[in-house]
C-alpha cells in the first residue's frame, strides 16, 4: 500500500484587519507592529469630556500647538510593541540582573577608591529623582498625546525611565550594605544640594507645560540629551580613571537605552518638523529653550564632580546635542 502525502496551500480569505486594510490596502499583509499602532486610537461616541478641562476631547489634537495632516507618521524605527519591548527589556534587564550578581559575588565595589565612591554617591543616586520625573513626563505624554504609535511608544519609554530610577536604587544599595543610608542621603541632596537645585527646578518646572509636544521636545530630547551623556558616560569616563568599572557595568542599562531612546525620540522630531515650517518654528523655539536651560542647570553639577573641566564637559556636550538638532531640521 502507497501512502501519498501532500501538502496543500490555504490561502488566508484576508491580509490583515480592517483599520490596516483602509489604510494600506486590503492584499497588503501587515506587521504586527502596524497592527498594534496604526488606527488603534478610538476618535468617536466618547462618553463625556474631561471634568478638570471640559474645552477637550478624552483624544483630542488641539492639546499641542503642533499640526499634523497623519498623526499615524510617527512611525517608531524599532517598531516596538507589547509583545516585542516586553521581550528586549526583558533581555537588557537579565543582562543588568548577571552583572550585580558578578559584582556583589566578588566584593567589586570594595575596590572603587572611597574618594569617588562618595562622588557617585552624590552625582548618580539623585538622579533616581530625575528619572521619576521623566517618567512622570512620559506618561503625560501618553495621557495627552494624539495618535496610538506616539503615545505607545511614550508609555514604553516611561517604564523604562521608572525601571532606570529602580537600578540606580540597587546601585545605592549594593553601596550600602541594603541600609537604604544612601538613598536617603540622595534625596537630601536632590532637595537642598546647591549644584542639583538647577536640575531639579527644570525637572519641576516641565511638569507644568500644557503643550505635551513640548514636553517630548524638553524631556526626552534637550534634557536627556544634555544629562545622559554628562552623568552615564562622561561622568562614568573619569570614574574608569579611579577603579569605577564595577559601577560602569551597573549602568550599563543606562547607556543602551540612551542610544535606543534616541532613535525614536530623533524619528518623531524630525517627522513633526518635515511637516510644516510652523511645526518647525515651534520646535526650534521649544528646544533653544530647554536646551539652553539643561546645559546651564548641569554646569554646577558637572563642575562639582569633575573640577575645572566641569564647564568644557557640558559645552562639549551641549556641542554635541545642536548638532543632533540640527540633523533633525532644528533651526538654531
Known amino acids: 500500500m502507497n501512502i501519498d502525502i501532500q501538502g496543500l496551500t490555504l490561502e488566508p480569505r484576508r491580509?490583515?484587519?480592517?483599520?490596516?486594510?483602509?489604510?494600506?490596502?486590503?492584499?497588503?499583509?501587515?506587521?504586527?507592529?502596524?497592527?498594534?499602532?496604526?488606527?488603534?486610537?478610538?476618535?468617536?461616541?466618547?462618553?463625556?469630556?474631561?471634568?478638570?478641562?471640559?474645552?477637550?476631547?478624552?483624544?483630542?489634537?488641539?492639546?499641542?500647538?503642533?499640526?499634523?495632516?497623519?498623526?499615524?507618521?510617527?512611525?517608531?524605527?524599532?517598531?516596538?510593541?507589547?509583545g516585542t519591548y516586553n521581550m528586549s527589556r526583558a533581555a537588557m534587564l537579565q543582562a543588568i540582573d548577571k552583572n550585580f550578581d558578578f559584582i556583589e559575588e566578588r566584593a567589586m565595589l570594595a575596590n572603587v577608591e572611597?574618594?569617588?565612591?562618595?562622588?557617585?554617591?552624590?552625582?548618580?543616586?539623585?538622579?533616581?529623582?530625575?528619572?521619576?520625573?521623566?517618567?512622570?513626563?512620559?506618561?503625560?505624554?501618553?495621557?495627552?498625546?494624539?495618535?496610538?504609535?506616539?503615545?505607545?511608544?511614550?508609555?514604553?519609554?516611561?517604564?523604562?525611565?521608572?525601571?532606570?530610577?529602580?537600578?540606580?536604587?540597587?546601585?545605592?544599595?549594593?553601596?550600602?550594605?541594603?541600609?537604604?543610608?544612601?538613598?536617603?542621603a540622595g534625596r537630601n541632596l536632590w532637595l537642598n544640594a546647591s549644584y542639583w537645585q538647577g536640575v531639579r527646578k527644570m525637572v519641576e518646572d516641565s511638569f507644568v507645560e500644557a503643550d505635551w509636544f513640548q514636553t517630548l521636545v524638553a524631556q526626552d530630547l534637550a534634557m536627556d540629551g544634555v544629562m545622559h551623556p554628562l552623568v552615564f558616560a562622561r561622568f562614568d569616563a573619569e570614574g574608569q580613571k579611579h577603579n569605577g568599572v564595577p559601577l560602569s557595568m551597573l549602568s550599563e542599562f543606562m547607556s543602551e537605552w540612551y542610544a535606543d531612546n534616541a532613535r525614536w525620540v530623533d524619528a518623531v522630531v524630525k517627522t513633526a518638523i518635515a511637516e510644516s515650517d510652523a511645526n518647525a518654528q515651534l520646535v526650534s523655539a521649544w528646544f533653544a529653550a530647554w536646551a539652553g536651560r539643561a546645559a546651564e542647570a548641569a554646569r554646577p553639577?558637572?563642575?562639582?564632580?569633575?573640577?575645572?573641566?566641569?564647564?568644557?564637559?557640558?559645552?562639549?556636550?551641549?556641542?554635541?546635542?545642536?548638532?543632533?538638532?540640527?540633523?533633525?531640521?532644528?533651526?538654531a
Open 15 to 82: 491580509q490583515t484587519y480592517s483599520h490596516i486594510a483602509r489604510r494600506f490596502g486590503a492584499d497588503r499583509p501587515a506587521s504586527r507592529y502596524e497592527e498594534a499602532s496604526y488606527d488603534v486610537q478610538a476618535t468617536t461616541n466618547f462618553h463625556h469630556r474631561p471634568l478638570y478641562q471640559p474645552e477637550f476631547q478624552i483624544f483630542d489634537p488641539r492639546r499641542t500647538k503642533i499640526v499634523m495632516a497623519d498623526w499615524y507618521k510617527f512611525r517608531d524605527p524599532r517598531q516596538l510593541y507589547y
Open 114 to 184: 572611597p574618594a569617588w565612591l562618595e562622588k557617585v554617591k552624590e552625582y548618580l543616586i539623585p538622579m533616581r529623582h530625575y528619572e521619576w520625573g521623566a517618567n512622570a513626563n512620559n506618561q503625560l505624554i501618553t495621557d495627552w498625546g494624539y495618535g496610538t504609535q506616539i503615545t505607545s511608544a511614550s508609555a514604553f519609554c516611561g517604564a523604562d525611565r521608572l525601571g532606570m530610577a529602580q537600578i540606580i536604587s540597587r546601585i545605592g544599595l549594593a553601596i550600602d550594605g541594603n541600609t537604604g543610608d544612601t538613598l536617603q
Open 301 to 331: 553639577l558637572a563642575e562639582h564632580v569633575l573640577g575645572a573641566a566641569g564647564k568644557s564637559a557640558v559645552e562639549e556636550i551641549a556641542d554635541k546635542l545642536m548638532t543632533r538638532a540640527a540633523g533633525l531640521g532644528i533651526k
